[in-house]
């Protein structure tokens, strides 16, 4: 890794995140999981689903159509429900 490191204050929770992620082995998969992390914190800071927005296109953010808002969202929840019956069985 050639970038600087950066200081920062880290909660447990997200030290964990960033432990697990540094110990994804070099690869394509490392980096898709970068971008999909990056994709996923867009979509919750950018919650929207409103219809048809005034510009023209749904909920007014040209970056997703209506369905991939929704699959998005069933990914979550079907993310969700894995992680809480995995933390149920330990």
């Known amino acids: 890794m050639s970038e600087t490191p950066?200081?920062?204050d880290?909660?447990?929770?997200e030290w964990k995140l960033i432990q697990a992620l540094r110990g994804l082995p070099e690869s394509a998969?490392?980096?898709r999981m970068h971008d999909v992390i990056g994709e996923l914190l867009f979509f919750v800071?950018?919650?929207?689903?409103q219809g048809m927005g005034a510009?023209?296109?749904p909920c007014g953010e040209p970056r997703n159509s209506c369905d991939?808002?929704?699959?998005t969202?069933?990914?979550?929840e079907g993310l969700?429900?894995?992680v809480e019956a995995g933390a149920a069985s330990r």
């Open 80 to 82: 969700t429900v894995r």
């Open 6 to 8: 950066i200081q920062a």
């Open 73 to 76: 969202w069933d990914l979550l």
């Open 55 to 57: 510009e023209g296109f």
């Open 10 to 13: 880290l909660s447990p929770a």
């Open 29 to 31: 998969q490392r980096e």
């Open 68 to 71: 991939e808002c929704h699959q």
């Open 45 to 49: 800071q950018n919650p929207r689903c």
